[in-house]
């Protein structure tokens, strides 16, 4: 079986003339090898032509990328927009490529962020290096908006596929190369940036051989430039000669015969012929030959004509192969500087992304980020960067974040619909996976401590085709977070809880802050939007937990929506005024009202009276001896009141905190 070791290894070692796999470093990964192998003989059963393009073998680890699950990248609209009729996407914001193969290369970087400190810091000194030199940056992007997409068109060219247009555009990318090899030379560019092959040989021969403006396709002949093929100049010659007396024919014809409406055609049915009028009144000379009469005409072909005809159609059929040949022999040579091409083409499509993120960052004022080894996420003034580019600049309103062992692991977030707690949620992703990537941020200052994993629980979607509802779609989501998650990941959850009812709700709501804190393997950055306002009470028993919300300004009747992130918790959600933003009829506003005011004098009533009879049951309770020490301590009472037996560990540790809050209190009392 060409999966066995064995088999696998012979198949590579054979493709690649070699006698180990040692310089390929897969001696120490044989189930790389036996895929890889497998893989190999596939392709030389099904795909001969192809082989040719596999030049060499290289191992690949996930390990140096982050993850990104398919809910994060939707989220986050990396590369496709969740908005109605399509929206901006995060590769859109920063793509600034002038070739397609920086285009390609950036959706890869988006798409594989990094996790190795030393990777990023080359991306961000490629950066770096052109944010600082603006008119290098200039000249490159001058050069690279030229470069068409030599990678796809050598792999045409190797696999025989290549059409002439095709091959122009490949000889007018690398007569380019030199030019962005001596920019870049010139100005001692940083280790990311590699030299740029110069590929002289295939330019020359491509420029030498095709014609100044080739057809779309070899087979509509006109292919080859004039002087690259003896050969082909003599048989064009020919043809020309032969087409020439074609042409004159007819202007002959009708002075040796006199007749006036003669005329020379041609059709593929029956080639060339003489077409004489039926109101013609001369006699028809004897060696014109009837070959076809219509019901006004009759066409004659003779020997001259035929014989001309013959020369002609001979020649164009020699002309195709002479071109084929001469086609062949300038694939050949192209083929023949294939590697370098290709690794042109990588060194072309990096400093095209580096160009591109350097542009963005100069125009828009991204930052360079800070990477510590701390675990801990420190951002002045962020940005959203998708919202940020399509609004005009300075309007958008920026915020800070903080998340450390020092200044709280876990960010719970309240605030109106509307204020923009989605878009900071996003925001700080979206930062974060920017700084990692390798580029620059929107922000006035990053510092940030590479994350493992970004998650993210944002929106409320359904699965219809498996049966889901929106609710369980949701607990799916968070359960995959929860179970992968580690200390060093990112977490941005967005109202979870909110597809049940209202106690069920805050109850998951409150456990899952709760597992997310006291977890061991945990305890990561998280950020976590809520309309649950009773979840603002765990700030005051879990050490690590800080409530923010987004600020809004009254002014009687009238909500202004600030953006602008605060410490403390909210008490309102507003979703009375935003529905009358939306356009809601006025008598649904003004009910809704209503009964909104209804229901809070309702919960504030059913707590006062909660209040007092827990007053009167204290006074009624049977008298405790009072002790020198004023009586018993709240700690004491609650340690009295538990179950301890049924606590869990989680349980037990948030009760510690609870604990540990109520000795501070009373001691502080």
């Not at 991306?123 to 470069?147: C, F, H, K, N, T």
């Amino acid at each position: 079986s060409s999966w066995r070791l064995d088999a696998a290894s012979e198949t590579l070692c054979e493709h690649f003339g070699v006698t180990t796999l040692e310089p390929f470093g897969c001696e120490d990964a044989p189930l790389a090898a036996r895929a890889a192998g497998a893989l190999m003989a596939y392709l030389q059963s099904t795909q001969i032509a192809s082989l040719r393009q596999i030049t060499t073998l290289s191992t690949y680890s996930t390990a140096r990328f982050m993850s990104l699950d398919a809910q994060t990248r939707r989220n986050l609209e990396l590369v496709e927009s969740t908005s109605r009729g399509g929206g901006t996407t995060l590769v859109q914001t920063l793509d600034a490529t002038r070739s397609p193969l920086g285009g390609r290369l950036l959706r890869q970087w988006v798409g594989q962020p990094l996790l190795e400190r030393d990777d990023i810091e080359q991306r961000y000194d490629g950066v770096e290096w052109l944010v600082e030199d603006a008119l290098l940056r200039s000249q490159l992007r001058d050069q690279l908006r030229g470069i068409g997409d030599i990678e796809r068109i050598i792999n045409r060219v190797v696999n025989t596929q290549a059409q002439p247009r095709e091959m122009a555009s490949l000889g007018e990318s690398l007569r380019r190369l030199p030019g962005l090899a001596d920019l870049v030379g010139r100005s001692g560019p940083p280790p990311i940036v590699r030299d740029i092959p110069v590929v002289d040989r295939a330019a020359d021969e491509i420029g030498r051989a095709l014609a100044a403006d080739p057809p779309s396709l070899l087979s509509h002949g006109g292919v080859i430039r004039s002087g690259y093929s003896a050969e082909l100049d003599g048989l064009r010659e020919l043809l020309a000669r032969d087409r020439t007396y074609i042409a004159t024919l007819e202007q002959r014809e009708r002075e040796r015969t006199g007749i006036k409406g003669l005329k020379v055609g041609f059709n593929k049915v029956f080639g060339y012929y003489i077409e004489i009028s039926n109101a013609s009144r001369e006699p028809v000379p004897d060696d014109y030959l009837r070959k076809q009469t219509l019901v006004n005409a009759e066409r004659y072909i003779t020997p001259d004509l035929k014989e001309a005809e013959q020369r002609v159609l001979a020649a164009e059929e020699r002309i195709s192969q002479a071109e084929a040949d001469a086609w062949g022999r300038l694939n050949a040579v192209v083929v023949g500087e294939a590697v370098r091409i290709r690794d042109a083409a990588r060194a072309v499509a990096t400093l095209d992304v580096l160009a591109g993120l350097a542009e963005i960052a100069a125009q828009r004022g991204y930052t360079r980020p800070s990477l510590v080894n701390d675990d801990l996420l420190e951002i002045d003034g962020g940005r959203h960067p998708i919202v940020d580019a399509n609004m005009p600049r300075g309007e958008f309103v920026p915020n800070d974040v903080r998340l450390s062992d020092a200044d709280g692991r876990i960010a719970i977030l309240t605030g109106p619909n509307m204020a923009g707690k989605s878009t900071y949620l996003r925001q700080v992703a979206l930062i974060v996976l920017l700084a990692q990537v390798g580029s620059f941020v929107p922000a006035t200052r990053a510092r940030i401590g590479v994350v493992d994993r970004i998650f993210t629980r944002i929106g409320a979607q359904d699965d219809l085709a498996s049966g889901q509802s929106t609710f369980m779609v949701e607990m799916l989501e968070t359960a995959a977070i929860l179970n992968h998650a580690t200390s060093r990941s990112l977490v941005v959850l967005d109202e979870i809880g909110r597809g049940t009812s209202t106690y069920d709700g805050l109850a998951i709501a409150t456990s899952i802050v709760e597992y997310i804190h006291n977890t061991p393997r945990l305890g990561c950055k998280t950020l976590f939007a809520t309309h649950y306002h009773e979840l603002t009470a765990l700030a005051d028993i879990l050490p690590r937990v800080r409530n923010f919300r987004l600020d809004v300004l009254e002014a009687g009747d009238r909500v202004t929506f600030l953006h602008r992130v605060v410490p403390g918790g909210a008490d309102r959600s507003y979703g009375v005024y935003v529905a009358q933003l939306a356009g809601m009829p006025k008598q649904v506003v003004r009910r809704a009202s209503e009964v909104l005011t209804e229901l809070e004098r309702d919960a504030i009533a059913t707590s006062t009276a909660d209040h007092r009879r827990q007053s009167v049951l204290a006074q009624s309770a049977t008298p405790v001896q009072l002790t020198m020490f004023g009586g018993v301590h709240p700690a004491v009472a609650r340690l009295r009141e538990l179950e301890v037996d049924g606590l869990s560990p989680l349980d037990a540790l948030t009760t510690l905190y609870e604990l540990q809050r109520l000795a501070s209190d009373r001691d502080t009392g």
